[in-house]
């Protein structure tokens, strides 16, 4: 392999979150009087740091979404996640793959720690990611489409940034990717392919991607 480090973005990556949390988060949005399809969440939101919708709404209506927004849109997909998450087909075969390799990997997110959390005991993926793996946009100023998670991701690992490979399924993930000068997998299970066409390479299956990672035989 010619990565010293595969980083896993975690929604829609390792847990099929994105479905749940964007369902949730337009309909909250909604109810607060800022009409939101799930569509328009998908493209708005999907990948980004909660930082994002609040400016975003702020930024269109001039009105700024309540204080408790965050906790109270976090316990309603937390309860959501506790009935309905599961692991993205594939993401265990591919977490094995890599422990038994040895190869060092870690997830940068833009959901919080106590979102990844959940989402991996949920899924039962915590049992790949101590503490040492796990990155949040909580960790630094400016999440995704700013490179400064990926890039905090890899000095902690001890990784420079052009040995890295991030794994992202969002438009604003590749772009971070990217300005951190990382190879960046765009995986296309829920997003159209054109809009990650800034990835080094596609895919479209999470089980395709052990075979992409064992390096080429002699």
Excluded at 130 to 142: A, I, K, L, P, Y
Excluded at 188 to 215: I, N, Q, Y
């Amino acid at each position: 392999m010619r990565y010293d480090l595969v980083i896993f973005d975690n929604d829609g990556v390792l847990v099929d979150s994105e479905p749940i949390s964007n369902r949730l988060l337009a309909a909250y949005l909604t109810e607060l009087g800022h009409p939101t399809s799930y569509d328009d969440s998908i493209r708005d939101y999907m990948g980004s740091a909660m930082h994002r919708v609040h400016d975003l709404v702020e930024e269109r209506t001039g009105r700024r979404l309540p204080a408790d927004f965050d906790d109270v849109f976090h316990a309603r997909v937390f309860a959501a996640f506790e009935r309905e998450l599961k692991p993205v087909v594939g993401a265990t075969d591919v977490l094995e793959k890599l422990a038994a390799d040895g190869m060092p990997y870690c997830v940068a997110s833009s959901g919080s720690h106590e979102r990844i959390r959940v989402g991996h005991r949920t899924t039962g993926l915590d049992r790949w990611f101590d503490d040492e793996r796990v990155f949040s946009s909580q960790d630094v100023g400016r999440g995704k489409p700013a490179p400064d998670l990926f890039l905090y991701a890899a000095a902690r690992m001890g990784v420079t940034p052009e040995r890295c490979l991030v794994v992202e399924d969002s438009p604003l993930g590749v772009q971070a990717a990217v300005a951190a000068g990382m190879d960046v997998y765009g995986f296309t299970a829920m997003t159209p392919a054109g809009k990650l066409g800034a990835a080094t390479r596609l895919f479209g299956d999470m089980r395709e991607l052990t075979a992409l990672l064992s390096p080429p035989r002699s």
